[in-house]
């Protein structure tokens, strides 16, 4: 049974990025790669720990590469062995270098129960534009209108909107919204000749199509952040 100095141990090599000492741990003890974390982990497997928000740790593809060689389970459940995948999670920051790792290791790109539903229902709709476009690129199913419009994928939401039976009005607004959330005026356009509100703002959503259109996203936002958390100010204009 690992102790609680082991969980921590592997916990900071995974989220350090701690190649030498993780290599050190997985000789000591096989079956790390499919541990239920204890302490600040609060239950995640070792992937889900390199897939947590806000991602991007030092060396997040070599571990999560090497933990998936030692035998991690990659469509393990979250800390409470239900929830998210590590795809979903990864999906969720827009870190496309480990989902690349994930889906190249075998990861269910179609996997149901995520926040808002499968790794590319979440990629989307969390402005996660880089991981939406490899999920897509690697064969997830582009099968809702939004997903087409966010994706700007032209033709796929042309076929969607003649499908029989057709989408409904609100499944146009909603495409319509994340058109602009993904900056496709093509995909807007078209939606507002069939009849997409541009004054639509979902349930879940903020501001105005503007504000959509405006988003930076969460890849960039998550730099942002980073940037201003070093002290780094905009400079003048």
């Given at each position: 049974?690992?102790?609680?100095?082991?969980?921590?141990?592997?916990?900071?090599?995974?989220?350090?990025?701690?190649?030498?000492?993780?290599?050190?741990?997985?000789?000591?003890?096989?079956?790390?790669?499919?541990?239920?974390?204890?302490?600040?982990?609060?239950?995640?497997?070792?992937?889900?720990?390199?897939?947590?928000?806000?991602?991007?740790?030092?060396?997040?593809?070599?571990?999560?590469?090497?933990?998936?060689?030692?035998?991690?389970?990659?469509?393990?459940?979250?800390?409470?062995?239900?929830?998210?995948?590590?795809?979903?999670?990864?999906?969720?920051?827009?870190?496309a270098a480990v989902a690349r790792v994930l889906i190249a290791?075998?990861?269910?790109?179609?996997?149901?129960?995520?926040?808002?539903?499968?790794?590319?229902?979440?990629?989307?709709?969390?402005?996660?534009?880089?991981?939406?476009?490899?999920?897509?690129?690697?064969?997830?199913?582009?099968?809702?209108?939004?997903?087409?419009?966010?994706?700007?994928?032209?033709?796929?939401?042309?076929?969607?909107?003649?499908?029989?039976?057709?989408?409904?009005?609100?499944?146009?607004?909603?495409?319509?919204?994340?058109?602009?959330?993904?900056?496709?005026?093509?995909?807007?356009?078209?939606?507002?000749?069939?009849?997409?509100d541009p004054g639509f703002t979902p349930d879940y959503g903020?501001?105005?199509?503007?504000?959509?259109?405006?988003?930076?996203?969460?890849?960039?936002?998550?730099?942002?952040?980073?940037?201003?958390?070093?002290?780094?100010?905009?400079?003048?204009?």
């Open positions: 049974m690992p102790s609680e100095s082991d969980y921590l141990n592997a916990f900071l090599a995974i989220r350090q990025g701690e190649l030498e000492h993780l290599e050190t741990l997985l000789k000591a003890h096989p079956d790390l790669p499919n541990w239920r974390l204890a302490g600040p982990a609060r239950g995640r497997t070792p992937l889900h720990v390199v897939t947590d928000w806000p991602g991007y740790f030092p060396h997040g593809p070599r571990i999560a590469g090497r933990l998936l060689e030692a035998g991690a389970d990659v469509d393990a459940r979250g800390p409470d062995g239900s929830g998210e995948t590590p795809l979903h999670w990864t999906a969720s920051s827009d870190d290791g075998g990861a269910d790109i179609e996997a149901p129960g995520g926040s808002i539903g499968t790794p590319l229902d979440n990629a989307i709709g969390y402005g996660c534009w880089n991981v939406a476009h490899l999920l897509a690129e690697r064969g997830a199913r582009v099968d809702k209108p939004w997903h087409a419009a966010a994706l700007g994928k032209l033709e796929r939401l042309t076929e969607l909107l003649h499908a029989d039976p057709a989408p409904g009005k609100d499944a146009v607004d909603q495409a319509l919204w994340h058109a602009c959330a993904g900056g496709h005026r093509r995909e807007a356009e078209l939606l507002v000749e069939v009849g997409a903020r501001g105005t199509l503007l504000d959509a259109a405006s988003n930076h996203g969460t890849q960039r936002m998550n730099l942002i952040e980073w940037l201003e958390g070093l002290g780094v100010q905009r400079g003048d204009r």
